[in-house]
């Protein structure tokens, strides 16, 4: 098979910039598809905390040229660098106006409000950029409504150009929640004429929707779990599009992210107090009595210690979770929660750690040397969330031996094998409804297990710690997709 060209379009990529999982798959994907032998480039915003000295990037020559319809063309420039520890070129689109700010969308809660422009332009960028640095994709893999616009720029603006006369498109949803919907004005910029201003392509309540118009348009979508890409096909998890994306059904498909190891191993962690593994499972205690310190709970290893990290937005379930704390606070555990988003919530959770200091600890803000500490420390990790296309913590959890217990959804449902008491299979503890009770008995369920059945919950651990979500595998999948495109795209 020929090596493919690919160019993937993210507007977060670890580890220059980082909002959620998002970036760890933009960081991670292009290494195991450069394994395979690709050509495979990186482009993303040049957001103010993109650290030019720190990796080394250089501002290429001359500027780029972005059509912008009714703005005219806007000049941006270009820094070129490359993902640390490999050769894959990464391109920042440099744009003082658009993304010299604070944020990445937002700052303190509120989104910029020329969210349109910035990514309109952003997008436009990326097909420009690949004209000047002369590269021509077979495939263009577009993540997320911010990036949406490019299958539908394909398929307008260089529908006739030749340098991207064998370029085919994919567009991969990490999140059907968020899909760009702006008002129709931004159809000025898109500048893709208003005859693709209707129901069935980019139109929707009178205003814009990105993600729809990239789902209309891409060659082939894909969502980053096999489970979730059937949920978005009902009225529960398609947030108004499930109609669309079911009768899209014949080019969407389900691939489930990988891990990257080289960072989330316990064996050879930096960030945790002593390193362990399967074998030998000491340092594990270790972690947990440090983890207890760090967080100011008591030092006990009679008391299971329940980890929480991630954004505090409604997906994650933190609704289930504020209507189960006080039942839960009423068990024997201890709960330590890292998260940061939505201000009730952070309020929320800063006032339960004050009514019970022996028993709830948060850090709310991020923190990725806390994120590994937790995921080392603690005994379960809790994610009961209300849809979620992949995550990753639960697969990270797994590998450090702390037990999941998450709402068998979407990626979660995909990753994690509910515990079977009798034959102690399983890696985890799995609810179904979304509900407090049914959040708060598997919590129950699992700190049954951890005081009464300890060969049961060790068997689930070195379960847990045996398996493996291989990038390669996932790579593997996104590469027979690309060749399926390519050939798509040239009739064959
Ligand atoms: P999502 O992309 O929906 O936020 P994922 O589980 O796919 O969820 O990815 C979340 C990523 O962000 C993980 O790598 C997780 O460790 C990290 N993360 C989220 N919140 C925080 C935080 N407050 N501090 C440190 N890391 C965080
Ligand atoms: C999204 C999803 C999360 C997924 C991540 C990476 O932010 O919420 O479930 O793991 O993208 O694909």
Redesign the pocket.
Known sequence: MDKLNILIAASEVVPFAKS???A??AGALPKALRSLGHDVRLVMPRYYIVDREKYALRLMEGGLGVPMGALGEVWGGVYEGVLPGTDIPVYFIDHEGFFGRGGLYEENGYSYIDNDSRFIFFSRAVMQLAKKIRFHPDVIHAN?WHTAAIPMMLNTHYAYDSDFAHTGSLL?I??LQHQGHFYKGAMEILDIGWDHFNANEIEEYDGINLLKGGIVHADAIST?SRK?AQEIRTDEFGWGLERLIDHNAYKLHGIL?GVDYDEWNPAVDPFIAQTFDSDSMEGKKVCKRVLQHTFGLPERDDVPVIGLVGRLAE?KGIELLVHSIHALMHMELQIVLLGAGEKWAEHFFSDIAGRYPDKFRCYIGYRNDLAHQIEAGSDLFLMP?LF?????NQIYSLRYGTLPIVRAT??LDDTIENYANDSRHGTGFKFYDATPDALINTVGWALYTWYNDSQGFEAMQRNAMERRFDWTVSAQEYEALYYRIKAGRRGE
Do not use: A, F, R
């Not at 979620?388 to 990753?392: H, K």
């Open positions: 959620g999982g998002l760890d798959v997320d991969t990490h999140n980053v979730y992210n997906q969330s979620e296309p992949c995550g990753l979407g990626g």
